[in-house]
């Protein structure tokens, strides 16, 4: 039995290099391969096609597209693959037509025992300053700073993070997950000593492990401090029983990943998730388009029953995201200051 990371099927690692035909495969998040241009994706096609018996396993197997998941079905079974993308108008047919190679299994059919899961919208009015610093960022088309405009130091959003705390949280244990670099500093400065982390790119596996070992075994009050998409991944971290998004993400399955680190087996608490949101802002507009994501994952990728889904939605992209949303939110601000609205 061999038991290798990604990076192993990138290169010429002996895995990939020698005459072996391996009798079975078993690839864990195997979403990570879903991109067919990538060395890693590359490397998993080519050890499916030698192998006998082969499983895929991810939880979320659709992130943004349809095609994702096509990918994916396309490596396990390439005579399938002609098939999906007429399969693809149709939610109902479509799961139809992959389901002698997709079992889903939701934690719901399979962890009957886990708590309840409650999760709760906070919007929070911006001070006029971080209104005049969003504008700036608008209008100079810099949607990374637009994102990173309600949570800085001393920000409406921080004021309320700061009162969860106080007043409700400070008997359990956190988990915050930020985007951003900047924020996740100000979030370990500012909480002192009950701060463990942080969670971020960069930081080894072990030093990562050994932070939720900390964490897990520090008294109540304490918050594990976590950028989203180095901590969405690979850990288990059911010490805590509240976890708290800072800001929206482009793609649903990565908060749900994140969410994940908390609500699986073994929690025995109820755990509650706190999204803390800007209204009129690109959050607002985000926070709607992760709805219609979960939605088409929903239709697709979960076992439900769907009308037809409109295939625009098929081909989002995160560049699409971000051109979209900027230019609805110029318009947004123009009509506000009365100007006249581009056509």
């Known amino acids: 039995m061999a038991i290798v990371g990604f990076p192993e099927v990138r290169g010429d690692s002996t895995v990939m290099t020698g005459d072996l035909n391996y009798g079975a495969l078993v690839v864990d998040e195997a979403h990570r391969a879903k991109n067919p241009k990538s060395k890693q994706a590359q490397g998993v096609q080519q050890l499916t ?13 659709l992130e943004n597209r349809v095609a994702e998941m096509e990918t994916l079905l396309g490596y396990l079974d390439p005579e ?13 047919e479509f799961r139809t037509v992959v389901a002698r190679r997709y079992l889903r299994r939701n934690q719901s059919d399979v962890l009957a025992e886990l708590p309840p899961l409650t999760e709760t919208e906070e919007w929070i009015e911006a001070f006029e300053a971080e209104r005049e610093k969003y504008n ?15 949570s800085g130091p001393g920000s409406a959003k921080m004021e309320r993070f700061a009162e969860l705390l106080t007043d409700g949280l400070d008997d359990d244990k956190t988990i915050v997950f930020t985007y951003f670099r900047g924020v996740l ?39 594990l401090v976590a950028q989203i998409n180095a ?23 990565v908060e749900a990943q994140a969410i ?27 926070h709607l388009l992760l709805a219609t994501k979960r939605e088409l994952f929903d239709s697709y990728a979960r076992d439900s029953v769907a009308a037809q889904q409109n295939p625009e939605a098929m081909d989002i992209t995160d560049q699409q995201v971000m051109s979209e949303v900027l230019a609805a939110e110029k318009e947004r601000i123009k009509e506000l200051r009365g100007e006249t609205p581009t056509l």
Do not use: W
């Not at 700036?136 to 309600?150: L, T, Y």
């Not at 701060?195 to 900390?214: K, L, N, T, Y």
């Open 260 to 286: 994940a680190r908390a609500h699986r087996m073994g929690q025995i608490n109820p755990v509650e998730v706190h999204r803390l949101l800007t209204p009129d802002s690109v959050e607002e507009r985000l």
């Open 185 to 223: 500093d100000h979030l370990m400065d500012s909480l002192g000593d009950r701060a463990f982390g942080p969670i971020a790119g960069g930081v080894s596996h072990q030093e990562r492990q050994q932070a939720v070992d900390d964490f897990t075994a520090a008294e109540p009050g304490a918050v």
């Open 80 to 92: 399938l693959a002609p098939k999906l993308e007429k399969a693809r108008r149709s939610a109902r």
């Open 49 to 61: 096609a030698r192998t006998d018996v082969v499983t895929y396993l991810s939880g979320t197997p």
């Open 136 to 150: 700036e960022a608008v209008e100079a088309g810099n949607f990374m700073q637009m994102r990173q405009s309600f």
């Open 231 to 253: 901590a969405g991944e690979g850990l288990n971290i059911q010490a805590a029983n509240h976890v708290v998004l800072i800001e929206p993400q482009l793609n649903p399955a």
